[in-house]
């Protein structure tokens, strides 16, 4: 008899990566495809997992989605700027092809889940995870359990106080120069600079005001939440800028609650190869199975 494996799902706006693994979530086969519309991705998505026996698949979205069980349109997606995307039943269209238990989850959470799980969270009983990249999300868990009500949580949008000496419009078209992700996205680097943010040296003053998001928005999560572990994934922030975020932490808590060591406290992923959201979905494919 062919071996059970766990799916994953990572759908990114601009590409998609798809993956099976054994049940100690050591991947078998990993392959990627550029998003393009929804059925020709969801094709190459479905005839990539019918090379497999598959038990369950653990998927993490673009957004927004519908992650609420109990709605008429969980598992779509809703209004998205990515047009042929907005309304598309994501979930509806893979269970067509495959009558297996899935879990349904934005891509930020199946990062943290996979920080938690096997990364640098693991053993902690409260994470929050944010990824800086193209966009701005986070997601945070508490014992397993993913936190959220009505929707998915948009972290990314936070509100934030600019750093008194970046004059940058911001980046975001709702909330223009005080939300996180307006002012801490990967674009917004060319934006200030008009050069590429790869290209920028790393003691550039961006990465600074960067940083300052950063440890401010760890903040407003630390006094909100308590977690014990803060994640910054995403290509923006390296770890050499995690000792100035730690920094700006400790300006703006100036002294009033007491936190663990902030070397522990507030961290970089630590699984390799940019794989944090892979691993989640095994773990969460993993879940979905068990329940
Ligand atoms: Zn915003």
Redesign the pocket.
């Known amino acids: 008899m062919t071996e059970k494996l766990l799916g994953s799902i990572e759908a990114g706006g601009t590409k998609f990566v798809v993956a099976v693994a054994d049940f100690d979530f050591n991947v078998k086969e990993i392959t990627k495809f550029p998003t393009t519309t929804p059925e020709e991705t969801l094709a190459n998505v479905i005839n990539f997992f019918k090379q497999f026996e598959v038990a369950s698949i653990g998927i993490g979205s673009f957004g927004p989605i519908d992650v609420k069980v109990e709605s008429k349109t969980y598992g779509h997606v809703l209004n998205t700027p990515k047009a042929d995307w907005s309304g598309f039943d994501f979930l509806g269209t893979l269970k067509v092809a495959f009558d297996i238990p899935m879990y349904f989850t934005t891509d930020v959470n199946s990062s943290a889940y996979g920080e938690y799980t096997k990364g640098s969270a693991r053993g902690a009983n409260s994470v929050v995870y944010f990824t800086l990249g193209t966009g701005v999300g986070g997601g945070a868990l508490q014992d397993g359990q993913f936190i959220s009500g009505i929707a998915h949580a948009e972290m ?2 936070a509100t934030v106080i600019a750093h008194p000496e970046d004059s940058y419009v911001g980046g ?1 078209p ?2 223009s120069n005080h ?4 002012l801490a996205a990967g674009p917004t680097l060319e934006g200030r600079t008009g050069i590429k943010g790869e290209k920028l040296p790393r003691d550039h003053k961006v990465f600074d005001f960067i940083s300052y998001y950063a440890g401010q928005i760890a903040f407003n999560t630390f006094v909100n939440m308590a977690p014990e572990k803060i994640v910054f994934g995403g290509s923006v922030l390296q770890e050499s800028d995690m000792p100035t975020v730690r920094e700006y932490f400790k300006q703006f808590n100036n002294d009033y609650v007491a936190t663990p060591d902030l070397e522990e406290l507030i961290v970089r992923p630590s699984i390799e190869n940019n794989g944090s959201a892979t691993i989640g979905n095994f773990g969460l494919a993993l879940k979905v199975l068990k329940e």
């Open positions: 990314g949008h975001c709702f909330h939300c996180f992700e307006g």
